[in-house]
């Protein structure tokens, strides 16, 4: 039997730590959390704006919220609990101590990866890495801290980072598999994955040990989410499996004063492209150009989804048949994401790629007049890209127009979060 804990938990023991009492249930989902979207906490005045995505004060926003308290608490640092609540939190705990929190009644913020295979991370830092894993580099006893590159170093990293691998379009920057990534944090002795640019904060609300599943409010991919428990791990234990919360200290004197929650609705046709996205994106990132075209294409099922994942969509479908050599489709596709839209300078940074590979001759052989021609097209494709790098009206509505569901990489590196 499913427990559906109501809207405020109802009983735990004055100065006993929550998630050493009694034993949980094996199936518990906390109804009437409020959902607060990556797009919605993004306009919120919050803590360390400027160094914090809006997945933190998102999550952070949803227990607020759950317990009564005001959104202008997120403009505090978080770690100070606030006066009305306690709280609870910490590194390397088990996943049974999340289920007794949950299985209360009381929510929890958990960092995560962004998908259990992959993270992203600042291109900076990956050129940096892949320099000091794959090309020799010595960052000396200084580390990457005290690290001056020379005038050559910083080329080499600048066409790293504008190094495509010819199946990926670069809108969400590097994300390198989970295992590739620790290693470059050991090259670097930097905690990469700790970068609160592209931190992952979500919220557990419920689990199912039947179905091994829990189930999540994430900023990005939506409300009530049913990720494997499988999958879970991989992602909370690549953030050494951290959380926090925080809850009402009468919180044992509280009993349920509203009548139940309505169930939540299903994830919008958005919130799907989202998650297909990302992981597709992700896979394609990987060289799984197989299983990032059915996610992509997935996108291209769900019916209206919006002109900016619809772009996305085709965009790196594009890339990801230009892996696979398959150019015509590559050109067809990379002509459906420039139609949708033309301001978006990687639309003709992969036509410019296409035309450069590209081969008009038969036989696999090429005139020197079509050799000419072709490396014109693909000139003139980048001198289109450049044109709209330096046009801040184009910039705009690409901004507008591109989801508002995680961080993505424009001309001049990171867009405005």
Same mark, same amino acid.
């Given at each position: =039997? ?8 109802? /009983? ?57 308290? *005001? ?19 910490? *590194? ?9 929190? /949950? ?69 969400? %920057?590097? =994300? ?50 049913? /990720? ?25 004197? /509280? ?5 139940? $929650? ?19 994106? $992700?896979?394609?990132?990987? %060289? ?14 769900? +019916? ?21 050599? *398959?150019? *015509? ?32 001759? +038969? ?55």
């Amino acid at each position: =039997m499913t427990v559906h804990v109501p809207r405020v938990a109802s /009983v735990l023991f004055l100065g006993v730590a929550p998630w050493l009492l009694a034993a949980q249930a094996p199936r518990a989902v906390i109804s009437g959390v409020p959902f607060i979207s990556w797009e919605e906490a993004a306009r919120l005045d919050y803590h360390d704006k400027d160094v914090a995505n809006p997945s933190m004060p998102a999550a952070l926003g949803m227990i607020l919220r759950y317990w009564g308290q *005001d959104l202008s608490l997120l403009k505090r640092d978080h770690s100070e609990t606030p006066q009305w609540a306690a709280s609870a939190g910490g *590194d390397h705990v088990s996943f049974d101590s999340l289920k007794q929190l /949950v299985a209360r009644g009381i929510p929890v913020v958990v960092f995560t990866s962004m998908t259990p295979f992959a993270h992203q991370v600042a291109p900076e830092s990956a050129a940096l890495a892949t320099m000091v894993t794959t090309e020799g580099l010595k960052l000396g006893a200084g580390g990457v801290l005290q690290f001056r590159p020379t005038a050559s170093q910083v080329s080499r990293m600048r066409e790293l980072m504008s190094d495509r691998g010819g199946f990926w379009s670069g809108v969400l %920057g590097t =994300m390198p598999p989970l295992d590739t990534l620790r290693v470059w944090e050991d090259s670097l002795r930097l905690p990469l994955r700790k970068e609160s640019l592209f931190q992952a904060a979500r919220v557990l609300i419920g689990y199912d040990d039947e179905k091994r599943v829990v189930v999540l409010h994430c900023p990005s991919f939506g409300p009530a989410w049913e /990720v494997s428990y499988e999958d879970f791990d991989k992602m909370w234990s690549f953030m050494d499996r951290s959380f926090t919360t925080y809850y009402p200290k009468n919180l044992e004197q /509280v009993r349920t004063a509203q009548p139940p $929650a309505p169930a939540y609705p299903p994830r919008s046709a958005r919130q799907l492209a989202a998650t297909h996205f990302v992981y597709g994106y $992700a896979l394609a990132r990987m %060289g799984q150009a197989s299983a990032a075209t059915t996610e992509l294409r997935a996108i291209q099922a769900l +019916g209206e989804v919006g002109k900016g994942y619809e772009h996305l969509a085709w965009l790196e479908l594009g890339w990801v048949a230009a892996h696979r050599g *398959d150019i *015509d489709d590559a050109m067809f596709d990379a002509a459906k994401a420039r139609e949708l839209l033309p301001e978006h300078h990687r639309s003709w940074l992969l036509f410019s790629a296409l035309f450069q590979s590209i081969r008009v001759g +038969g036989e696999g052989h090429e005139t020197a007049a079509d050799s000419s021609s072709r490396q014109a097209a693909a000139t003139d494709a980048r001198r289109q890209a450049q044109l709209r790098c330096g046009d801040p009206k184009a910039k705009a509505v690409v901004a507008k127009t591109l989801p508002q569901a995680f961080a993505t990489f424009g001309c001049d590196g990171l867009n405005p979060l």
